[in-house]
């Protein structure tokens, strides 16, 4: 029988994700499809693979990453663990609970680092059309060869997207935004606080984006820090010079307007608006439209694209998990291609999309949204061989570090946890994270 | 017979050339083939049309216009008019040879106001693959509804490509780039220089917008602008506190080192280092791959695609002229796709290639490439019925226009010139250049 094509599109911690399980498999003595990865990037690891560029890169390409100097994981790292490549078996000893950004890429690379992974990825490769052929029931893939300008199209049975939706910026405008003197930039162009000392610095958003790009400002000390919320505030006990205000309401010069009445002078303004979810080389039959949540609409188990179910998706959820939701999707994208697990008929999946898409639209709580991504993971664990893990502990871990971070946004990323996976304990890290400016792996491993 | 069916991408000056070639062949009574003209932005205007956006604009799609607060025109109005709609026509009275970007919107927007050309455009439409079908020799032309996210394919016979080319930052790197602290940004993301008062500023680059951005961070108050050359340098009588150097050989934190031997320190770095041929919307059969020049390879009189004669490129040149260039060259592909003028052979068109290509690479100065430019518009008239106009007068223009700016290049704007279509000599502006921080149509024409 003629071997399966599959175009994995993206090298990011999903796309990897993806390699790592058919690998698995090979390792374990199965035959596996002919497997070639695009990624558009010079090397893999997607938003872990920080630029200090921004819009557009040395291709032409959108510049992919909104990674900053000085970003350190926002949450235990004994969250994101992966079941079946430990920290202890990576780092070799206990490392702290909120690693920095190079040290979890070199935890992502570490994974794939020993094995053929690299050879079925072609860097600066860019996807730019997936057609879905529907006389063959394949997919033509053209893609642009970034470093010669050469496009090429090969076809292929099955494909994973696997490029993220934290890439293309959500810009809202606002009444006057055009007349502000100062410096406008969204989160994603975002790529270090330096510039922000002794300035009076405007967030607009109560998000991730907003409170981690906050306080980086106001650890390389802005003269104040004002986070502007849509639908809810933060409600952290916020140190002196930062504060929460409601929504802008118009700008004018300098002076920013809000809601209820206040008014307040700004140098910067930082928009931490989000993003949307944007397939430029997908046709719109084949492409996510939703907005960022943990349970986006038209997939079968968040990964079965159910019009086409030989499209699939990794990593299009609203991220509690990460690292270990992408494996437990790929393992089981995996063995849907393998067919060592049967896709259900199209009235099932719908079904199951129904009863899955009720839960969702009837969580009220965030606790309610990491149980349901919890139990959303344990549904596609138990249909692979994924080694399970223990998901309600992780909850538990999202739960204490929300308290953590309400109770003090500078010294939550400070506190330490144990792991699932291997019961140990994360070291305490030897500087406190208010007090690091380098983010540097050889610095972090450095006593 | 079957009318046939041809795609316009992009509606800037050049892509409104195209609309308003056959608009004046069917005024005269032509029958002219069905027109549909795809613009990515809201609304048409090309460069023109101002956006405080970066990088990614609110559809998702990357910001095309790198125009900024207080553009003006930075050669004289008098070379770039339209020969079938002049100064005179839409301004009723005479006004001065620089004027700001508004103006020139509205002069753009004024010859097709009174037309249906609006209904031929779709706007906040992105064009995504174009793929030739051999088989009926038509393009499938795939686009994106950007309002509703939707995709669509329709076939053409002919497609003219008309994205421009100034809208794709080239961004090289520099050794110790990603150490520099302060904002670094392509001239593409500049959007004005108020943020440069008081600021130490570094262009780099050596072509207009290092001069222009140069001469507005000047105006606008930097404590100083240092311009960074590769070939050669601009060479103008510098104000006091503007200077040239040689190229950047490496940075570290603020202190920029010169291939010179030289160090200054700077607070913030603009990169005016020009823009690439960029077109992910086609195949690379299909796509320019040329520096910016004024003969780019691959195109037979500028504007045929030889290896695809029903694909055509308007505005693909590197620009003395633009405007009546751009009309030249739409005039002429109306005639070739009405059937008017008939396409000499691959052969010929070789051969006519293979000239041009010896004379172009035999220029040695700047007066014989606008000499060149000149001959070649000349060419494109004579095979249209497009009105030639005195094109060695413009030549002279921009001859003394350089003049004028190597004698104080913060007072060429003040100068005047007589148009070479209607010989009414430009008006001496109410307002010095360098005084005027009002580049809006309302304050240009109150007086
Ligand atoms: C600023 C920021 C900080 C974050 N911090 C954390 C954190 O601390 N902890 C955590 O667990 N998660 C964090 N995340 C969440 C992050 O989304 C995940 O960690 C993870 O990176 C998602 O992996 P992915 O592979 O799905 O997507 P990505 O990491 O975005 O990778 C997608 C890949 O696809 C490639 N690609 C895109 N388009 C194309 C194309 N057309 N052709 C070819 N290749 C293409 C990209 O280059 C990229 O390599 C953060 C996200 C952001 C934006
Ligand atoms: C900063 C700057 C200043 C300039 N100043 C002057 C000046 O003073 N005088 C002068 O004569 N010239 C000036 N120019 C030169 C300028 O290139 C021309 O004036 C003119 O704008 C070129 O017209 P065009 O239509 O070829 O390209 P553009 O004006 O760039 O228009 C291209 C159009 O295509 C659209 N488009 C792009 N991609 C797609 C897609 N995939 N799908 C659909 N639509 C798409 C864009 O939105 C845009 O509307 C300037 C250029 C720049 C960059
Ligand atoms: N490691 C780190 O330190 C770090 C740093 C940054 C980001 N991240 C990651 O990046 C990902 C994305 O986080 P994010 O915060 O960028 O995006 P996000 O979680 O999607 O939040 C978007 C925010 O923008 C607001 N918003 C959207 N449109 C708006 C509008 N028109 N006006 C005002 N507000 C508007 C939303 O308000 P509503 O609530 O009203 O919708 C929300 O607060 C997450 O996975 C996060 O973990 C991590
Ligand atoms: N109306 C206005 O005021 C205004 C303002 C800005 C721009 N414009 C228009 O914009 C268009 C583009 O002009 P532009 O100046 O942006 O582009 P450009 O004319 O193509 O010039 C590019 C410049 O970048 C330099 N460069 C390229 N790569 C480099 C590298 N790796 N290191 C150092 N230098 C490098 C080039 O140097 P080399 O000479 O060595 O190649 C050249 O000086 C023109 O049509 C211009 O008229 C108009």
Not at 29 to 44: N, T
Not at 141 to 156: A, G, I, M, P, Q
Not at 167 to 182: D, L, Q, R
Not at 210 to 224: C, F, H, L, P, T
């Amino acid at each position: 029988m003629q071997k399966q094509r599959i175009a994995i599109i993206g090298a990011g911690p999903s796309g990897l994700a993806a390699l790592r399980a058919f690998e698995s498999a090979e390792r374990a003595g199965a035959a596996i499809p002919e497997i070639v990865c695009y990624e558009k990037q010079d090397d893999w690891g997607g938003q872990w693979n920080y630029s200090w560029r921004t819009g557009i890169d040395q291709y032409g390409e959108p510049v992919h990453s909104s990674m900053y100097r000085n970003l350190w994981s926002n949450a235990p790292k004994e969250a994101l663990e992966f079941a079946e490549y430990t920290f202890d078996k990576h780092f070799g000893r206990p490392i702290s609970s909120y690693p920095p950004r190079e040290v979890l890429w070199d935890y992502i690379d570490g994974r794939l680092r020993s094995s053929n992974a690299r050879d079925k990825v072609q860097f600066a490769t860019a996807a730019r059309w997936v057609q879905y052929n529907e006389a063959t029931d394949t997919f033509t893939v053209t893609v642009e060869d970034l470093k010669t300008r050469t496009t090429s199209s090969s076809e292929f049975d099955r494909v994973i997207v696997a490029t993220g939706h934290f890439a293309y910026p959500n810009v809202p405008s606002f009444e006057g935004i055009e007349t502000f003197p100062g410096s406008v930039e969204h989160a994603h162009d975002f790529r270090g606080a330096e510039m922000l000392a002794d300035k009076r610095v405007l967030m607009i958003g109560s998000s991730y984006s907003a409170e981690d790009i906050g306080v980086q400002a106001y650890k390389m000390g802005a003269r104040s820090v004002t986070l502007s919320y849509r639908s809810k505030a933060l409600g952290h006990d916020w140190p002196q010079g930062m504060e929460e205000l409601p929504l802008v309401q118009r700008i004018e010069g300098n002076s920013v307007h809000f809601i209820n009445g206040e008014v307040r002078e700004f140098d910067s303004i930082v928009m931490c608006t989000g993003y949307i979810h944007k397939y430029p080389f997908l046709p719109s039959q084949l492409a996510i439209d939703s907005p960022n949540n943990v349970y986006p609409s038209g997939l079968y188990r968040g990964v079965v694209w159910q019009e086409n179910p030989k499209l699939y998706y990794l990593g299009a959820q609203d991220q509690w998990f990460t690292f270990n939701m992408f494996d437990a999707q790929a393992w089981y994208v995996r063995d849907l291609i393998l067919g060592r697990t049967a896709l259900p008929s199209v009235q099932d999946r719908a079904a199951h999309i129904e009863s899955w898409s009720k839960r969702f639209s009837e969580l009220s709580c965030v606790d309610d949204e990491v149980r349901f991504q919890a139990d959303y993971i344990r549904d596609l664990i138990e249909n692979s061989d994924y080694p399970m893990f223990d998901l309600d502990s992780v909850v538990e871990i999202f739960i204490a570090w929300q308290r953590d971070k309400a109770e003090n946004v500078l010294t939550y990323r400070d506190k330490q946890y144990r792991s699932v996976m291997t019961g140990t304990m994360s070291a305490r890290h030897h500087t406190p994270w208010m007090r690091e400016l380098d983010d540097s792996l050889q610095r972090y491993l450095s006593q």
